[in-house]
């Protein structure tokens, strides 16, 4: 690389965005990064209400899976702040009733051994016909998901023929959990690429929370060791549009009609996002950039409760199939630093938070009627704990496009972090890497990204 200082112009102040700064200042370059909104951190942004309390745009579950995540959280000493929980999954039903997958500590599949034999809902039957419908992934393993994206889940799952109380009670939820979309519109290969990882590495389905906020755990020691190595943030900047000559990206307009230059460019966006600053020259200029357009985001709304007493004592994710809340945790439980209500102890009460799905059709809605929805739902699945409890605080964040939308033939339209143009780089958990649009994947992303302008930089 030339020992002069290349400058490299970060679009986007998310996960990704903020984890590309760390990996290229760390070599030396000149960082500056764009963010349109007044915080950082993305989709895994968290900021304090008027109040005092702790908002977040989502129920962040950190995967035992997600080894790049917590490569940089120990490189920015913060990994201490991940509170695993025991390995097992719990799902809430409607009436008071519910059921939990454990797992052995013993290699794989033994590990799961005690998910299929007692669970307390499934038959083993029921069990052992899914466990059957799994042989083309035991024996193929990762070779085998890409060969079913033509097909939505719930269609892969008719031509198994492994009954619908699994998929309801167990894969709706699950569906839903990871990408915000039920089984009748994920594609197949998203949940078998998961299933054949958590069947083959028994710890990446360990689940851990933050002890406290997104914004002080990740976010911060971001932006602070970024900082210190010179790296420029620049909040409230819009950007407009990409310029594109031809040949190579020669600027960055932003929506107050600045324009920005760099040596390189890396588009850390939401898809929805990127495909606005593209411009249309661009888009015509290669099939790479073209086909973007058929990646969606998906609608995502989180809600908080506040409740009067202790429904639940888990501490732990949840998951429920019956209702809106597919998936949630009591915060006053599995977050300790979360034990607050305006600055005061909430101790031996219940902080819910819950990702609630599919939020299509709930987006149109008004807050009222959906947080009545979700407390039908915990009524639900908690008929006797609440009765009589009262709702002391709520929260709603709606977010239209949030992960991308990964539907039956999208996989072909994911693109690689290195792009056609010599300059321009992409950064997402919609590209091209290991773990899809999650923590794990805006991380990887970013590193595949940042890698990818070294590697331009060193043979320039």
Request: net charge neutral; glycine share 8%; proline share 6%.
């Amino acid at each position: 690389m030339s020992t002069e200082k290349k400058s490299v112009m970060i679009l986007g102040g998310g996960l990704a965005g903020l984890t590309a700064t760390k990996r290229l200042v760390d070599r030396g370059f000149k960082v500056t990064v764009l963010e349109k909104r007044e915080i950082f951190g993305g989709k895994v942004s968290s900021w304090k209400d008027d109040e005092g309390d702790w908002i977040e745009s989502g129920t962040h579950c950190f995967f035992g899976a997600y080894d790049v995540l917590y490569d940089l959280m120990k490189e920015i000493k913060s990994y201490h702040a991940v509170l695993w929980k025991d390995h097992r999954l719990t799902y809430t039903l409607e009436g008071g009733k519910r059921f939990t997958f454990n797992t052995w500590d013993l290699p794989s599949p033994l590990h799961l051994l005690p998910a299929i034999v007692r669970n307390g809902y499934f038959s083993f039957g029921e069990m052992a016909s899914f466990s059957r419908s799994l042989i083309p992934l035991a024996l193929k393993q990762a070779s085998y998901p890409p060969t079913q994206d033509h097909l939505t889940f719930a269609e892969w799952a008719e031509q198994k023929k492994f009954g619908n109380r699994l998929m309801d009670k167990m894969f709706r939820p699950m569906a839903l959990a990871l990408k915000f979309i039920p089984p009748e519109e994920i594609s197949a290969k998203i949940i078998l690429d998961v299933t054949e990882t958590f069947y083959r590495i028994p710890e990446s389905s360990c689940m851990g929370f933050l002890k406290g906020a997104p914004q002080e755990y990740l976010h911060q020691p971001l932006l602070g060791h970024s900082s210190s190595r010179g790296a420029v943030f620049r909040n409230l900047a819009a950007v407009d549009e990409l310029l594109f000559d031809g040949t190579e990206i020669k600027g960055v307009q932003l929506r107050n009609g600045e324009i920005l230059t760099a040596d390189y460019y890396l588009a850390a966006l939401p898809i929805h996002d990127l495909n606005k600053v593209l411009p249309a020259s661009l888009k015509s200029h290669d099939r790479f950039f073209g086909g973007l357009s058929n990646l969606e985001g998906v609608p995502v709304i989180s809600v908080q409760l506040w409740y009067d007493r202790e429904i639940v004592t888990d501490d732990n994710v949840l998951f429920s199939p019956d209702g809106i809340i597919p998936v949630y945790a009591n915060l006053a439980r599995t977050t300790p630093e979360y034990r607050l209500l305006r600055g005061e102890p909430f101790i031996g009460k219940t902080r819910f938070e819950f990702c609630v799905a599919p939020a299509r059709e709930l987006l149109k809605l008004s807050r009222e009627e959906i947080l009545r929805r979700v407390d039908l739902s915990v009524r639900s699945c908690y008929p006797q704990q609440t009765l009589g409890a009262k709702v002391l605080k709520s929260t709603l964040v709606k977010i239209p496009h949030s992960v991308y939308a990964p539907l039956p033939n999208m996989e072909q339209f994911r693109p690689t972090q290195r792009t056609p143009v010599r300059n321009l780089f992409l950064a997402g958990g919609f590209s091209r890497q290991l773990y899809y649009d999650s923590m794990g994947g805006a991380v990887m992303s970013a590193n595949l990204a940042a890698g990818g302008i070294m590697s331009a930089e060193e043979m320039a």
